[in-house]
């Protein structure tokens, strides 16, 4: 089913629900996105929400980022601002302080490695490339919290990671009201695609924002429904790792949340999902593993 009034938004001539766009250039990377990718979370932060992806200098980033590339990471996600429900906004200043650095190490020490900024700021992102080599821009905010950063990535001419989110992150939880949330969201995505590509934006991957101003009930209908996404012809990502959505359901916490987050990173994965994002990259790419053989079995 089409969602009400997405066929106005014209996302890109040549791409269908048939023919989604599954090649990225990232960095002079080519990145094929016809089998699941994933991308390992480095938190450069002191407060992100689960404890175990915090880092608070180069010699543990690196410790991880060599073990996430050993474990079959794609991609390495390095960010140095909480984006947890409830936190406050850091300064540009402390968020280029904590980052960048680190980034330049991690480059240097694996240059081959595609490497992601995770980060609203397109200041931070321009940094973060010509300074450190980014291959990517993970905006959590989808340009909402920066005007400057569609004009900043058709600059840099790196893929663009746009999620979803209303408000910021210390307000987003109090704006969850939908009328429908995937139609709502996919809408929302619609009509700032076109608004992308007129920019000079050629690689896009969309996040729906799972736990970003939603619901627990609202997280699980867009993972149920995930696959209505395809429509906009883009690569899409899934973040479900150690969620609220996963340890408040269990009565748990965070760091006991990994056997959830496999449960449903395979169902992210059987519902249509090309990248997911996680802490526990051994976990994720064995269950890509056992998911490309059930998929085997349908050819």
């Not at 009034?5 to 094929?32: C, T």
């Not at 139609?183 to 924002?209: M, N």
Request: hydrophobic share 40%; charged share 25%; proline share 5%.
């Amino acid at each position: 089913m089409v969602p009400a009034g997405i066929s106005k938004f014209a996302v890109q001539p040549v791409e269908s629900l048939l023919n989604r766009k599954l090649l990225i250039n990232a960095g002079g990377r080519l990145i094929d996105l016809s089998e699941p990718r994933i991308m390992g979370v480095i938190n450069i932060t002191p407060d992100s929400f689960y404890s175990g992806s915090r880092y608070s200098g180069g010699t543990g980033a690196l410790k991880a980022a060599e073990g996430f590339l050993a474990e079959g990471a794609d991609i390495i996600d390095i960010g140095g601002c909480s984006t947890r429900p409830g936190s406050p906004l850091l300064s540009t200043s402390e968020e280029r302080d904590r980052v960048i650095p680190v980034f330049k190490q991690v480059r240097r020490e694996f240059p081959e490695a595609v490497l992601s900024i995770d980060t609203f700021r397109a200041e931070i992102a321009r940094e973060a490339r010509y300074e450190a080599g980014a291959d990517i821009v993970n905006d959590v905010s989808g340009g909402t919290l920066d005007e400057g950063m569609a004009g900043v990535i058709s600059e840099l001419k790196v893929p663009y990671i746009m999620m979803h989110m209303r408000g910021t992150p210390a307000t987003m939880q109090g704006l969850s009201e939908y009328d429908d949330v995937v139609t709502d969201v996919i809408q929302w995505f619609g009509k700032r695609i076109p608004a992308l590509f007129r920019a000079g934006v050629s690689d896009i991957i969309i996040d729906p924002g799972i736990g970003f101003a939603k619901s627990i009930s609202q997280n699980f209908e867009i993972l149920r429904r995930l696959r209505e996404f395809h429509i906009l012809g883009l690569p899409l990502l899934a973040g479900v790792s150690r969620k609220s959505m996963i340890w408040r359901t269990l009565d748990s916490d965070p760091g006991k949340a990994l056997n959830g987050t496999t449960a449903l990173n395979m169902a992210a994965l059987m519902n249509g999902a090309d990248i997911l994002r996680v802490h526990d990259v051994k976990e994720a790419r064995e269950t890509v593993i056992l998911f490309q053989k059930l998929k085997a079995g349908h050819r």
